[in-house]
């Protein structure tokens, strides 16, 4: 199993429509989450990290759940600027390793 | 802005060549990264360092070493260049210990070994 799921998609939607990525984690220890997005051909970027009581910014939500050890992003109002990859990210307590997902890919049509 | 700068952006090296990658940030941080990127394998860990001439194996470390003199700089080392090490390279800095920590990545390096 790997450490870190995630549905590669694409995720086709259009614009103004809402949507949510799920990622799962295998390690139980993991202690810090994050989104980060990667346009094609670009380095990754930090979206967002998530918190144990979930966090928004702007139109992107957060949310963790520790019991069944997956985190989510959801986008309200999706923009075409939008369409990316979404890479989930973790981080064991204690150490440096931040571990990646494959990354989900959104299109958002006009 | 926290600036990561990889030496090239494209390479073509030969089998059995010895690659260096070269990583340089700004920023005075302590913690520097080498990833690589493949089509529906993601970022895997290569090696890190968190401090000066201290390093650590990442998940696929085999093929490679690194090298740390200085805080701002982090080179990669293929010491024998191999077709399966045709690949994206990324480099990644980051704060140690801090609260809103954040991976700074460079704009990559894109390696094609024939």
């Known amino acids: 199993r790997k450490e870190v799921e995630q549905d590669p998609g694409p995720f086709n939607v259009p614009e103004g429509a809402t949507v949510a990525f799920n990622c799962t984690y295998s390690n139980s220890a993991s202690q810090s989450f994050f989104w980060y997005r990667q346009d094609c051909r670009k380095e990754p970027k930090l979206l967002m990290s998530?918190?144990?009581s979930g966090n928004e910014d702007g139109r992107f939500t957060a949310q963790l759940n520790r019991a069944s050890q997956y985190i989510s992003l959801l986008i309200r109002d999706s923009k075409l600027s939008d369409s990316a990859t979404y890479l989930c990210v973790v981080r064991g307590e204690g150490t440096y390793k931040y571990i990646f997902g494959t990354g989900t890919r959104l299109k958002v049509l006009a | 802005d926290v600036k990561v700068t990889q030496s090239s952006r494209y390479l073509v090296k030969r089998t059995g060549e010895k690659v260096f990658l070269e990583c340089v940030q700004d920023?005075?941080?302590?913690?520097m990264f080498w990833y690589r990127q493949d089509p529906g394998l993601g970022l895997r860990l290569i090696y890190f360092?968190?401090?000066?001439?201290?390093?650590e194996k990442g998940d696929i470390p085999e093929g490679y070493s690194v090298s740390r003199e200085k805080k701002e700089r982090f080179s990669l080392i293929l010491e024998s260049a191999s077709t399966n090490q045709t690949s994206m390279y990324l480099c990644?800095?980051?704060?140690?210990?801090?609260?809103?920590?954040?991976?700074?990545f460079g704009s990559g390096t894109q390696l094609s070994v024939l």
């Open positions: 360092s968190y401090d000066v001439k201290m390093k």
């Open positions: 990644a800095s980051s704060v140690r210990g801090s609260p809103n920590e954040k991976l700074f």
């Open positions: 920023m005075d941080h302590e913690n």
């Open positions: 998530v918190y144990s």
